[in-house]
């Protein structure tokens, strides 16, 4: 069963097409890229994707239910989103708002119990936030911030985690990290992911699908394997993209351009 669907979903923006008729099917176990140019609409199509914003036509499903008629923190229980920009502007520790992500868990007025501590806390070492438990979210940098919004998503345990742009702000060691983590909580069988990603190495290396938004409403969707090609990111990107082999897969790189 696939854990969220796409039938037949235009999505626009201010009278932009930025995919028509978008049939799609993020089954477990399956870690989805998104990538298209800046400005194409990739966050757009993932805030429709997480019930923030309707599509101009068409349904999203839930497993089998209509996204739209279902209340807010029953999404909450299934389904996560990383925003592109974190930014703290009120004080807490950063132990709280790793906290925020056990909120759709608990009853109304119910308190975070030792469990929700725990998740807490374990979240945080996995990101190397762990020293960080007590201190103010308002002075961490930008990679902080962005590792602590990740690790909020890690203790919200939704079935689909929807990322965009999730190794924003981060160094190479924290991207490696992230992805693999992410990858690894995919493979397990029963989650899956959808990330809107600018680097399409680390789509070659991680995700087991692609999504591609060209403009003008037009998509395709697939395979990794069979969808990055030098041909279908050339078109991408309106750029030149040449194919290197390395020992864990295909590597895209900008071509040379000729004269």
Request: charged share 20%; glycine share 8%.
């Amino acid at each position: 069963m696939s854990l969220l669907s796409c039938r037949n979903v235009d999505v626009r923006i201010a009278g932009i097409r930025i995919v028509d008729q978008l049939n799609l099917d993020i089954k477990p176990g399956q870690f989805w890229g998104l990538l298209g140019p800046n400005g194409i609409g990739k966050t757009t199509l993932l805030k429709c994707l997480a019930g923030l914003d309707e599509p101009a036509a068409g349904q999203i499903l839930l497993e089998s239910r209509v996204l739209s008629e279902l209340p807010r923190k029953l999404l909450a229980l299934h389904i996560g989103m990383l925003q592109q920009h974190t930014v703290y502007v009120f004080d807490s520790s950063v132990l709280q708002t790793a906290l925020t992500g056990r909120h759709p868990h608990l009853a109304y007025w119910e308190r975070e119990g030792p469990m929700d501590f725990e998740k807490a806390r374990n979240a945080l070492a996995s990101v190397g936030l762990e020293a960080f438990a007590e201190r103010s979210v308002t002075g961490l940098s930008g990679g902080e911030a962005r590792r602590l919004a990740f690790a909020a998503l890690l203790v919200q345990e939704p079935e689909v985690m929807l990322l965009d742009e999730p190794t924003n702000h981060l160094d190479l060691k924290h991207q490696v990290e992230i992805m693999h983590m992410i990858s690894a909580r995919v493979t397990s069988g029963t989650h899956s992911a959808f990330a809107a990603l600018h680097d399409i190495n680390l789509a070659a290396r991680y995700c087991s699908h692609v999504v591609m938004l060209f403009g003008d409403g037009e998509w395709c969707a697939g395979p990794s394997t069979e969808m990055l090609n030098e041909d279908s990111l050339a078109r991408l990107y309106h750029c030149p993209v040449e194919r290197l082999e390395s020992t864990s897969g295909p590597r895209f790189h900008p071509a040379p351009r000729q004269g």
